[in-house]
T-cell receptor, first 114, second 116 residues
Framework: AQSVTQLDSQVPVFEEAPVELRCNYS??????LFWYVQYPNQGLQLLLK??????LVKGINGFEAEFNKSQTSFHLRKPSVHISDTAEYFC????????????FGGGTRVLVKP | ETGVTQTPRHLVMGMTNKKSLKCEQH?????MYWYKQSAKKPLELMFV???????ENNSVPSRFSPECPNSSHLFLHLHTLQPEDSALYLC???????????????FGPGTRLLVL
């Protein structure tokens, strides 16, 4: 079985400040890792994903995430946020042998303040 | 239209009603999914279809009945729902060529369902 924990349910942050969203996963097998973003009244959109290779993954809108196998983490960062980054962010994991069965974390709501 | 579309966007129904949610993808994908997004709970995978065959039913009650008539369309038929079924129902699609867990899923905007 696989599971994902997003440690912060809400993260308030000022515009142009950095933000880090934490994600830890558990799985007995190798996994692929994803970050999705959900803007208000919209579906989820992929920010980035880790499949293999370099542990630092760059995504859209200036976001990046680092895969840390020993800590089973996949934290998301952005060095300078904009008002438009206000959204809910979801970390997800899919075991390599599981077929297409994403398991999502509970989400982190980011509120960017001016 | 492009991407994944869902209709209706909002739905209010009584517990004795029968209604259907519709999803259409314009991406040429072979796999489609239904998810349930409830307040304060993680997204829950409900059903997975690959090449119009149901490959996953994640212990969903029988009052939810999916249908995939072709690779572009997915329906979720609803009957005798309970108030706790009120949620945002999201449809997604992926290429599905390899059935691979590495595939990106593309989501529709969802149908917000309220069961009275």
């Amino acid at each position: 079985a696989q599971s994902v924990t997003q440690l912060d349910s809400q993260v308030p942050v000022f515009e142009e400040a950095p933000v880090e969203l934490r994600c830890n996963y558990s799985s007995s097998v190798s996994v692929y890792l994803f970050w999705y973003v959900q803007y208000p009244n919209q579906g989820l959109q992929l920010l980035l994903k880790y499949l293999s290779g370099s542990t630092l993954v760059k995504g859209i809108n200036g976001f990046e995430a680092e895969f840390n196998k020993s800590q089973t983490s996949f934290h998301l960062r952005k060095p300078s946020v904009h008002i438009s980054d206000t959204a809910e962010y979801f970390c997800a994991v899919n075991a390599k042998a599981a077929g297409n069965k994403l398991t999502f974390g509970g989400g982190t709501r980011v509120l960017v303040k001016p | 239209e492009t991407g994944v579309t869902q209709t209706p966007r909002h739905l209010v129904m009584g517990m004795t009603n029968k209604k259907s949610l519709k999803c259409e993808q314009h991406l040429g994908h072979n796999a489609m999914y239904w998810y349930k997004q409830s307040a304060k709970k993680p997204l829950e995978l409900m059903f997975v279809y690959s090449l119009e065959e149901r490959v996953e039913n994640n212990s969903v009650p029988s009052r939810f009945s999916p249908e995939c008539p072709n690779s572009s369309h997915l329906f979720l038929h609803l009957h005798t729902l309970q108030p706790e079924d009120s949620a945002l129902y999201l449809c997604a699609s992926s290429q599905g060529n390899s059935g691979g867990p590495e595939e990106t899923q593309y989501f529709g905007p969802g149908t917000r369902l309220l069961v009275l």
